[in-house]
C-alpha cells in the first residue's frame, strides 16, 4: 500500500494539497513499519500494540484516500486501487489482531 500511495503522490501532488498527500504518506508508511516491527517482538502483547497501531494507521490511510478522492486531486483510476489495496490491508490486520489478543 506505501508504495501505491508514493506513486499516486509522485504524480497527483499539488501545492494545495501538500498536508493531505504528505500525512497519506506517513500513514501509510506507518501501517507498513508497524507490521514489521511489531513481529519482531515475537507472541507478546508489543506484538498485538504495534498491530493495533497499524491497524488505526490503516483506517487514517483509507479517510485520506477518500477525502483525496472528494476533492478530486487524483483521477479515480488512481484512486480505486488505493482503496482496494487499503481495504485488503484492513481485513488481513482484523485477522492477525483476531489471532493474536488473548480470548477473554
Known sequence: M???VLKVSQSHWQPWAGAMFGQLQRASLSV?????EGWSFGHTATRTRHLGIAYGSAIETADLIDLLADAKVPPEESVDPLRSSSSRCQRLLVGLLKRCRPRT
Do not use: E, F, H, K
Not at 507498513?32 to 514489521?36: G, H, K, T, V
Open 2 to 4: 506505501a508504495l501505491g
Open 32 to 36: 507498513q513499519l508497524n507490521i514489521a
